[in-house]
């Protein structure tokens, strides 16, 4: 059974950077044709989509983030992370990281991690 | 972007009822690829139906999804105790990949 697992600090300072890596087993991350998302949601309110990342390394992200966000895989550690530089209040949220069902679609996540919270306060 | 609006905004049934949750899109969605998902309290989404109509793994047959273009459907034939939850749609036919603002379904 694929599992994914978020980790990273829970707490960032304003202007600083948020680094997340989301750790797979029960799978290889590179073994067959799927994309691998962030994706996240503020303390009560609704999910966004953050960015996507093919085992291969293309990689496409949220305009909504401007040139913030930066996504990457490492397949020898079974590891995809995303990086958020110069963050503010308005990015604390609750990061998941999770897989589509169906190969070759960017959607459709049907495995998700737990969520890890990260709070921006200074 | 395509903004995706969902309607309505809470939905107050009682089990056993019948639930019509509408995602309407602000152009078409490519391919149909629109998921709805159903969240609960400090728990992650879980993925009911992608591709517009397709039911995903170990999903009752009580969650159905239609529509196609720009106005999708989930319909739940006859709400369980453990269906009261939000609800949020999905498209990801285009960049980038945008949600509903989510549909709380209720205990009425």
């Known amino acids: 059974q694929l599992q994914l697992q978020e980790s990273g600090p829970g707490l960032v300072k304003p202007s600083e950077s948020l680094s997340l890596t989301c750790t797979v087993s029960?799978?290889?991350?590179?073994?067959?044709?799927?994309?691998w998302g962030w994706i996240r949601q503020p303390p009560g309110k609704g999910l966004e989509w953050i960015g996507s990342?093919?085992?291969?390394?293309?990689?496409d992200s949220n305009p909504s983030l401007k040139r913030r966000v930066t996504i990457s895989v490492d397949t020898s550690k079974n590891q995809f992370s995303v990086r958020l530089t110069s963050v503010t209040a308005a990015d604390t949220a609750v990061y998941y990281c999770?897989?589509?069902?169906?190969?070759?679609?960017?959607?459709?996540?049907?495995?998700w991690g737990q969520g890890a919270l990260v709070t921006v306060s200074s | 972007e395509i903004v995706l609006t969902q309607s309505p905004a809470t939905l107050a049934l009682s089990p056993g009822e019948r639930a019509t949750l509408s995602c309407g899109a602000s152009q078409s969605v490519s391919s149909d690829y629109l998921a709805w998902y159903q969240q609960k309290p400090g728990l992650a989404p879980r993925l009911l139906i992608y591709?517009?109509?397709s039911r995903a793994t170990g999903i009752p047959d009580r969650f159905s999804g239609s529509g196609s273009g720009a106005v999708f459907t989930l319909t739940i034939s006859r709400l369980e105790p453990e269906d009261f939850a939000v609800y949020y749609c999905?498209?990801?036919?285009?960049?980038?990949?945008?949600f509903g603002q989510g549909t709380k379904v209720e205990i009425k």
């Open positions: 591709d517009a109509s």
């Open positions: 990342i093919y085992s291969g390394g293309s990689s």
């Open positions: 999770a897989r589509p069902g169906k190969e070759w679609e960017r959607g459709g996540f049907d495995y």
């Open positions: 029960g799978g290889s991350i590179s073994s067959d044709n799927y994309y």
């Open positions: 999905q498209q990801y036919g285009s960049s980038p990949q945008t």
